[in-house]
């Protein structure tokens, strides 16, 4: 991804704007406000998203507002972008959308 970044004339922020526009266009839903990462941290909409592309490949969204809540639907988007084709390296990370201040941490 970062070979891309060097090469295209395109800005991060042209590029996430980019997204944002396909993914309200997708979901029919709206971001809100808040920035690219916060729009998506709970899970909620990627999982909205994948469903609009896969019906049903998502069985339950969990729409608490608590940061497990959020893991889970971020986790259960990942496990359906891998039944659709998508390999571990093609995807990120649960923590780099969680917000630091809600992470929870498991000793």
């Known amino acids: 991804m970062m070979e891309w970044r060097e090469q295209s004339s395109v ?9 944002q526009r396909w993914i ?3 979901t029919k839903k709206k ?3 808040g920035d690219f990462r916060s729009a998506l941290e709970n899970g909620v909409l990627l999982c909205d998203l994948i469903n609009k592309i896969k019906p049903g490949i998502v069985k339950k969204v969990n729409r608490l507002p608590t940061p497990i809540a959020g893991l889970d639907n971020l986790n259960v988007f990942l496990k359906a972008c891998g039944k659709l084709g998508l390999k571990e390296a093609q995807l990120f990370h649960p923590g780099d ?3 630091l201040s809600t992470r929870v ?3």
């Open 105 to 107: 941490t498991v000793k």
């Open 24 to 26: 309200e266009a997708v």
């Open 97 to 99: 959308l969680q917000d």
């Open 11 to 19: 800005s991060s922020e042209e590029a996430y704007l980019e997204a």
């Open 31 to 33: 971001f809100g406000n």
